[in-house]
């Protein structure tokens, strides 16, 4: 009887013949030397009974026989006969010989990969991917280096789970210097980039009673999904140019809020100072807390850099952010600085989570802060993404006139407003797709539906070369 309730099918009984390519493949056993044939037979046959050449049913031959083929002891294949037996691979019945189980499952043939790709794409200007060749790979492996000799033996046990200290004092006076950020080393928890900080955070207010959170609309697609799964049913929050609009807010009921209140995601808009003191007023009145993803925080090109909101209420707000953007996406290295009153029930679900990440790439990361390569891999990518971001410009104004852009001042990507002759938005989308041009429209972020005519798109220019961007938005431009 199986688990659903059912009775197996029975199993056609298979007779090779002594000339079967499936005892063929037994034959380089007796070719071993002696003291390793018992395991070579062993492995053989249990090979052969994954990969489906001696499949469910088949027959084997006595252990006399056998051992007279191979040229082996009779005791060899009796051993390996009952030593499968006793794993499943064969089953064996009262003077009914030997027989290949049918408990064993072909495996699958490899691997998939199920990392985000785009087959058949010319030109992908979907926002959220760095430029991966700008990884360091010289100095992040100087610094691997220079970590391994170093690190005591004691280290690679079971970490704090909060992260390595010498990370977590790097990181801090790191986020203090560059962002403003009122991080206290006690308080920051190194992560799994910020979807797993979002995740703890979720799981933390739930466990206080909280059932729901507010989302910003339009905003980042992964907060629905990674606030699901600690519990919590998202509020879209729409916004203004401002930034959130208070008044939705205060009518919505929650206490907690995901904001990008620095560079909003995807509209690229800056709180005013006067929306941030809202938000915090907001914060402190209903006894909240405002989750603030710095998601972009280190790029800025047209004006001096937005300070952390967390800076200025360090207890009603927490701070997250990561080396996505400025490293790489695949590091999974992020962090999250959490008020006081919440941060005890944070590590308790980071510890049961994972035990703490990797010590080795903490270690790495810390190293690679100290001794200046994080701010020099800053500095190139912010020339790198200021000469991409100014490609991008030049060739919608040449290539699609009449377009708008905004949100231009900071960031990996930008939006423009196409004009109407490009629209409607579907069918724009269905010509960029034919043209081999993956775009993401405005519309996708949020709840809003696009009107008749107009076409919004989120271009992301991060990781495309220049003649890459003028390469796509000509091909854009020929689906008018």
């Not at 800076?311 to 996406?329: E, F, Q």
């Not at 996708?444 to 796509?472: K, M, N, Q, W």
Request: overall charge positive.
């Amino acid at each position: 009887m199986t688990l659903s309730g059912t009775n197996p099918p029975e199993v056609p009984a298979v007779r090779p013949s002594a000339a079967s390519p499936a005892w063929e493949l037994l034959l380089p056993v007796a070719a071993a030397p002696s003291r390793r044939r018992g395991r070579e037979l062993r492995e053989a046959l249990r090979a052969a009974v994954r990969a489906g050449r001696l499949p469910a049913g088949t027959r084997l031959p006595s252990s006399r026989a056998l051992a007279a083929d191979l040229g082996v002891s009779r005791g060899l294949v009796t051993e390996a006969y009952e030593q499968l037996t006793a794993e499943g691979y064969l089953r064996t019945g009262r003077g009914a010989g030997t027989w290949v189980g049918g408990a064993v499952r072909a495996p699958v043939s490899g691997a998939r990969d199920r990392a985000p790709r785009a087959p058949g794409v010319q030109v992908d200007f979907r926002p959220g991917t760095p430029d991966l060749s700008l990884f360091p790979r010289a100095a992040w492996s100087a610094a691997h280096r220079s970590v391994l000799t170093r690190l005591p033996h004691d280290a690679l046990g079971y970490p704090d789970p909060r992260g390595l200290p010498e990370l977590r004092t790097a990181l801090a006076e790191l986020l203090t210097r560059r962002r403003g950020v009122v991080a206290d080393p006690e308080r920051l928890v190194v992560c799994s980039g910020v979807a797993q900080a979002t995740t703890l955070l979720g799981l933390a207010l739930h466990a206080r009673g909280l059932r729901a959170v507010g989302t910003e609309d339009p905003g980042s697609p992964e907060h629905t999904a990674l606030f699901a799964a600690a519990g919590l049913r998202t509020v879209a929050l729409p916004l203004d140019a401002e930034g959130p609009a208070p008044g939705p807010l205060a009518e919505s009921g929650v206490r907690a809020v995901a904001a990008t209140p620095a560079h909003q995601f995807p509209t690229g808009i800056a709180c005013t100072p006067a929306r941030r003191s809202e938000l915090l007023g907001w914060a402190r009145s209903v006894d909240g807390l405002v989750i603030e993803d710095d998601y972009d925080g280190d790029f800025r090109y047209d004006r001096a850099p937005v300070g952390a909101l967390q800076g200025l209420d360090p207890d009603r707000v927490a701070y997250t952010g990561s080396v996505s953007k400025s490293l790489a996406p695949g590091l999974r290295l992020g962090w999250l600085v959490a008020p006081e009153w919440i941060t005890d029930e944070i590590v308790a679900r980071k510890r049961t989570m994972d035990l703490g990440n990797p010590v080795i790439d903490q270690a790495l990361l810390a190293e690679f802060i100290r001794s200046g390569g994080y701010d020099r891999q800053l500095r190139r990518c912010q020339r790198a993404y200021r000469d991409r971001r100014d490609a991008l410009v030049r060739a919608l104004g040449e290539h699609v006139p009449g377009a708008a852009v905004s949100g231009i001042a900071a960031g990996l990507h930008l939006i423009a407003r196409l004009p109407e002759a490009y629209g409607p938005e579907d069918r724009f989308l269905e010509r960029a797709a034919r043209a081999g041009v993956a775009v993401r429209p405005l519309s996708g972020y949020g709840t809003a539906r696009p009107r008749d005519g107009v076409v919004h798109l989120v271009f992301g220019y991060a990781h495309l070369a220049p003649p890459e961007i003028e390469r796509g938005i000509r091909l854009l431009a020929g689906t008018n």
